[in-house]
């Protein structure tokens, strides 16, 4: 199984300041990388797949890059609906599980 | 719009049961994959079971196996999850997931098990 690494665990982040989010895996997963955003009683919405194509109607403020074990996910200028808990998950192997890492929390500074 | 609603939720006693339910609408249900994933506030997304279009492939977390059985019926754009033997640990926010090529592009708002005598 595929083990996915986030760093950091937090990461305080003043209204208007980049936020850059890491995310590991155990081996090679290609491009076969997502990014998603968790709130509190809402849906998680997928931001990034194939590691920097932003999904429909994401803001531009997402980008994603790296390829093969290491990942960024930035947000360069962050907004206040932006606080959420964002997870990485690799897509690479098959059959299943696509793994998830343990996610970071952003929040207010 | 696509929309996924889970429902079936609620508090059980160790050992017992609960079926989850999530409904789809908003795009051809029978053409794409699903998946449960569930949410711990200790552990994070954890995966939990993927149902293929026709139910001819199905999988399950080593987690839950033995255990849990995902299931679909496409005539009536509805997802399942039959949950036996319930633990502590499957205490958690359990989501429906829609799987594309690329990772689980919609998701439901969840449904909260709470497995506690």
């Known amino acids: 199984e595929i083990v996915m690494t986030q760093s950091p665990a937090t990461l305080s982040v003043s209204p208007g300041e980049r936020a850059t989010l890491s995310c590991w895996a155990s081996q090679s997963v290609s491009s076969n990388l997502a990014w998603y955003q968790v709130k509190p009683g809402q849906a998680p919405r997928l931001l990034i797949y194939r590691a920097s194509t932003r999904a429909t109607g994401i803001p531009a403020r997402f980008s994603g890059s790296g390829s093969g074990t290491e990942f960024t996910l930035t947000i360069s200028s962050l907004q206040s609906e932006d606080f959420a808990v964002y997870y990485c998950q690799q897509s690479k192997n098959w059959p299943p599980p696509w793994t998830f890492g343990q996610g970071t929390k952003v929040e207010i500074k | 719009e696509v929309q996924l609603v889970e429902f079936g939720g609620g508090l059980v006693q160790p050992g017992g049961s609960l079926r989850l339910s999530c409904a789809a609408s908003?795009?051809?249900?029978?053409?794409?994959?699903m998946n449960w994933v569930r949410q711990t506030p200790g552990k994070g997304l954890e995966w939990v079971s993927y149902i293929d279009s026709s139910s001819s492939f199905i999988y399950y977390a080593d987690s839950v196996k033995g255990r849990f059985t995902i299931s679909r019926d496409n005539a009536k754009n509805s997802l399942y999850l039959q949950m036996n033997s319930l633990r502590d640990e499957d205490t958690a926010v359990y989501y429906c997931?829609?799987?594309?090529?690329?990772?689980?592009?919609?998701w439901g708002q969840g449904t909260l098990v709470t497995v506690s005598s």
């Open positions: 908003g795009f051809t249900f029978s053409s794409y994959s």
């Open positions: 997931a829609r799987a594309s090529r690329d990772g689980y592009d919609f």
